[in-house]
């Protein structure tokens, strides 16, 4: 196998430097460039790396040069690969929309987002525990910055809040890992295979991993960070936040249960209430949410039931159906606060009680929005609906009289979802037009009240990103038949994850 | 022994800061809880002592786990980092033992 040895360690050093770069060379265009470029070109590697990862084949990359048992391993399999790809394309994505709200010229915000991306890809890479906290960590200390430069007027508290509440929990994954390493001598996921399954006192430390992993994720009961701290920054910043944190969180939770486990065990019984809870509360919490975003982030949490779910069943069907309900949801929740973003930008307000009327005003973007939701609840011609039917299909492989529940959940989240989204179609798209708007003011953020006239109209660059994201949405529902067999190969290489370890440890 | 009481007196110590309301003692409650972690990580290697960790000075028998001493030096960086940023935000954000949310400049409907 012929890798080329300096294309993983570059998928993290170059963003890292370029980031760098920009805190020092501050040139409007070169930002711009760098700041879309630089995830695009991740996503270019990422699609050559699907197609390198095919077949169980696993890139390794030993950084130094060391053994492997001592080196720093950078590691790409297909489930890398895949969302990798998913991930770095929504950043290029949310990247251009900041650039197109002017939010790229808040202070160092390019040099923050490449800072971001180099954590994410690092996370996705790593195959150390430690240095997994440690990407972790690169990612959230430009996030902390990040909300502090977005937003509106209550960033500064949710930026403590969103700050307390990953700096705890990163302390705690901390004590878990050093757990895991006083426990089996080694936090290198090859090398931990199976380490759960073996000792009740294996699967304690790595069960605090994976649960301080589920706060990160947004999981119930420790959701409640999630919807405040990403509804208060501003609609561009949240489609960057939403495809990565939890994502990370969930991705790193699939790949360490999958190797160290390995198989159903003691704690799934556990994750099963999480999950089902988390999907239910997301779903219903909806409701009381007076903004589009607050909705929007709620929905979020219902996807990390969802998506917890499918790790709960633990089949090589479920964790395919598992990752591409991930990938379809951050698709769809990218589209739709691309679109929520916009109506923001231009109207001022995000909440349902100051917007209305819109549907006949802003044609593309109601139908972006309307495709969005339909996606959200799973129903065509949506990439949702192959999301959660492949996830009822796995559910219903389930043992006993798990089926019933987990179908009957899913069912429930979704019929409380078309309802509270419904509320918002109807506050938003409905009924009369707001009399005043709040107009956009570079000095303040936003200006006075003004009348609402005839001219005030989402502008035309803003509408382009809502209707590709949206048409993506769409086509992953046409062409879905040729886009499932790369999951399928993504599950089956975190089931059977013997290439995995071979490859690492040789 | 002695390390695990420290750990529980510094975790104890730094909860209770957490969850005072101003801004600075709880960026002090987080330090405590992040010295709680560095011990045990530290205690996870050997907690006897032994001699330093250094290549044709020590033998591999007699010396120190190098590695729990490598992810505290991490994780002190981390942290250290994320104490200055606590600490900016206690500096910038409003005065802790009033209710209202600070004036940033933008309005605000209700």
């Known amino acids: ?506 | 022994m002695i390390i695990s009481i420290t750990v529980g007196v510094l975790v104890a110590g730094g909860i209770y800061l957490m969850l005072q309301r101003s801004m600075v003692r709880t960026a002090f409650g987080v330090s405590l809880l992040s010295h709680a972690a560095n011990l045990a990580i530290l205690t996870s290697g050997v907690p006897a002592w032994r001699e330093d960790p250094i290549l044709n000075v020590t033998t591999p028998d007699q010396a120190a786990d190098p590695l729990p001493q490598a992810f505290v030096l991490t994780a002190i960086v981390i942290t250290m980092a994320s104490t200055i940023l606590m600490l900016a935000l206690s500096v910038i954000g409003h005065n802790d033992d009033l209710l209202r949310a600070p004036e940033s400049g933008e309005s605000h409907r209700p």
């Not at chain 1, 084949?57 to 790809?85: H, K, Q, R, W």
């Not at chain 1, 990040?146 to 403590?160: D, F, M």
């Not at chain 1, 048409?471 to 089931?495: E, R, T």
């Open chain 1, 1 to 506: 196998m012929t890798t080329p040895t300096i294309l993983l360690p570059a998928l993290v050093a170059v963003p890292l430097l370029l980031s760098a770069l920009l805190v020092v060379v501050r040139h409007r265009w070169l930002e711009r460039l760098l700041m879309v470029g630089v995830p695009l070109a991740t996503t270019t590697v990422a699609v050559w790396l699907v197609g390198a990862t095919s077949h169980s084949n696993v890139l390794v990359t030993n950084v130094g040069g060391y053994p492997a048992v001592f080196a720093i391993n950078l590691v790409a399999d297909s489930v890398t690969a895949l969302m990798m790809l998913i991930m770095s394309a929504v950043t290029a994505v949310a990247s251009l929309m900041l650039t197109l709200t002017d939010e790229d010229r808040r202070r160092f915000v390019p040099a923050l987002v490449l800072l971001l991306h180099t954590g994410v890809n690092g996370a996705l890479m790593t195959a150390d525990l430690f240095n997994l906290f440690v990407f972790i960590e690169v990612m959230l200390m430009p996030s902390y910055a990040l909300i502090a430069v977005t937003g509106s007027w209550r960033r500064l508290g949710i930026g403590r809040m969103f700050l307390l509440v990953n700096i705890f929990t990163g302390t705690l994954l901390l004590i878990g890992v050093g757990f895991v390493y006083g426990v089996t001598g080694t936090v290198n996921l090859a090398a931990l295979a199976d380490a759960g399954s073996r000792d009740a006192r294996g699967a304690s430390a790595l069960a605090m991993v994976l649960f301080t992993l589920s706060v990160k994720a947004g999981a119930f009961p420790v959701h409640g960070w999630l919807p405040r701290a990403y509804s208060g920054t501003s609609g561009a910043m949240m489609m960057l936040f939403s495809a990565l944190h939890t994502k990370i969180a969930l991705y790193a939770i699939y790949r360490i249960y999958a190797i160290t486990f390995g198989k159903p065990g003691p704690v799934l019984t556990t994750v099963a209430v999480i999950a089902v809870s988390t999907m239910l509360v997301g779903a219903v919490a909806s409701f009381g949410e007076t903004r589009i975003r607050g909705i929007l982030a709620y929905q979020m949490v219902s996807g990390i039931g969802h998506i917890l779910l499918a790790l709960v069943l633990f089949s090589e069907r479920s964790l395919s159906a598992g990752l591409f309900y991930m990938s379809h949801h951050i698709l769809t929740i990218a589209a739709l606060l691309s679109a929520a973003a916009a109506i923001e930008f231009t109207y001022g307000s995000g909440r349902l009680t100051q917007l209305g009327g819109l549907m006949r005003r802003e044609k593309a973007l109601a139908a972006c929005m309307a495709a969005g939701l339909l996606s959200l609840i799973g129903l065509p011609p949506t990439s949702g609906t192959w999301g959660k039917l492949s996830l009822v299909l796995a559910s219903a492989e389930g043992p006993g009289r798990t089926p019933t529940i987990y179908i009957g959940a899913i069912v429930l989240a979704s019929i409380a979802s078309i309802m509270a989204l419904q509320h918002l179609w109807r506050e938003v798209f409905w009924g009369p037009l707001p009399s005043e708007y709040l107009p956009d003011d570079p000095k303040k953020g936003r200006g006075d009240p003004e009348p609402l006239t005839d001219d005030v109209r989402v502008p035309t660059r803003l509408k382009v990103i809502p209707v590709a994201l949206t048409g993506v949405v769409i086509a992953v529902f046409f062409a879905a038949g040729s886009i499932m067999p790369f999951f399928g190969d993504a599950g089956k290489s975190l089931i059977d994850s013997y290439p995995y370890m071979a490859q690492v440890m040789p």
